[in-house]
């Protein structure tokens, strides 16, 4: 086994003990009321504090169970529990869990649970990375978060954290997302909450959700935004060597499948052809010849089969075909519009926005990592 001993940072005046595995001395017992001015070089100079409130708005409290999900607890690690002392002031994070100690988890690693859930009671920011949608949320764990909401900290989930948010009762009239493949399920289990499956994150009245995984870097590096203005941000995003925003949602991640009836395959031949296919010019009339039905026919049973029309899947068709040419070639965008079947480049666009989420250029730029004759270059040589 692996131990995982990312718990540790520290700010101006904390007393840092290794041995302690990240247990910092606490910092002043105050929260943020609302007003952040941050200097010219990005430093929150100005903060406004509510005494009353009892948390220290540097500290981030990250919550771990059994079976804890390794990667996205590093995500949040990396952003605010790596000392950084030329930025002052800092978070302070701390790990906590049901009990103190190790807690497996799914990797071969082990993360090490630095306070019980009392330590959420002073955090300024509780996040959970992870959360299994079936594992009921421990109702002492419930109560804390329900009291850190009422004391107005900020709630913060990733990946699937938000099932453990959705739990306890925090979520409200927010929106929130959590991993694509989990959309659906988090929607069914609370079809009270309204679920967005396409953004990275969401951030809505103090409660924070991302999209799968690595969306966690996204979501924490936008709190370091808000809380510290743009430049810092920037300049952690440059030390993990990430881009610190993202252009586009979650949808250019999923290679989602077509909606088909399994005992209807009276399509399937023609499917395939379209598949291969995509930028020919099809009418409605001439698919309908090619399965020997009326147009109007075709149109019912095609939506029935697919769950969606004929021109609709088609235009999903030549997207995922110019994706796969985007992320393999330097072709120019107009040459990939008419490889994949679309009258021109603006064309194009309109489609790819609205099925992607982002733009062919800025899509090329993060899947391909080349734009042209242009090179990317690490952060330190831009």
């Not at 925090?170 to 929130?176: A, C, F, K, P």
Request: aromatic share 6%; charged share 20%; proline share 7%.
């Amino acid at each position: 086994m692996v131990q995982m001993l990312l718990a540790v940072a520290h700010s101006p005046g904390d007393r840092v003990h290794l041995a302690d595995l990240g247990v910092n001395a606490e910092g002043p017992l105050i929260e943020p009321r609302v007003s952040m001015q941050p200097e010219p070089h990005g430093i929150i100079q100005h903060v406004h504090y509510h005494s009353a409130m009892h948390r220290s708005p540097w500290t981030v409290a990250v919550v771990v169970d059994d079976d804890a999900h390794a990667f996205e607890y590093a995500c949040v690690a990396a952003v605010f529990g790596l000392p950084r002392p030329d930025l002052s002031p800092w978070y302070s994070m701390r790990t906590c869990g049901p009990r103190t100690g190790v807690f497996d988890t799914r990797t071969l690693m082990q993360v090490v649970a630095t306070h019980t859930y009392a330590g959420l009671d002073r955090a300024g920011t509780i996040v959970v990375p992870g959360w299994r949608p079936e594992v009921p949320v421990p109702k002492l764990l419930v109560r804390k978060l329900q009291r850190a909401q009422d004391q107005g900290a900020r709630l913060v989930s990733v990946c699937t954290g938000a099932f453990a948010l959705a739990a306890a009762g925090v979520v409200g009239q927010r929106t929130i997302t959590t991993h694509w493949e989990r959309t659906a399920t988090l929607a069914k289990m609370y079809p009270r909450i309204s679920v967005d499956p396409n953004v990275l994150y969401t951030d809505e009245d103090g409660l924070l959700t991302s999209a799968g995984s690595a969306a966690g870097l996204d979501v924490c590096l936008h709190i370091v935004r808000k809380d510290c203005g743009a430049e810092v941000a920037n300049s952690v995003a440059r030390s993990l060597v990430v881009a610190p925003h993202r252009d586009g949602g979650q949808q250019q991640f999923v290679d989602a499948p077509i909606h088909r009836k399994a005992e209807d395959n009276v399509f399937a031949k023609l499917l395939t052809e379209l598949h291969e296919r995509p930028q020919e010019y099809y009418s409605v009339p001439t698919l309908a010849k090619k399965v020997h039905m009326s147009p109007r026919t075709f149109a019912r049973r095609f939506k029935s089969a697919t769950g969606t029309t004929p021109h609709r899947w088609i235009i999903r068709e030549r997207i995922k075909m110019a994706q796969r040419v985007l992320e393999v070639s330097d072709a120019p965008v107009d040459a990939v519009a008419t490889q994949c079947g679309f009258a021109d480049a603006q064309v194009l666009r309109l489609h790819f926005r609205r099925e992607v989420g982002t733009s062919p250029t800025r899509y090329r730029r993060t899947f391909n990592g080349d734009e042209g004759d242009e090179r990317v270059m690490a952060p330190s040589q831009r």
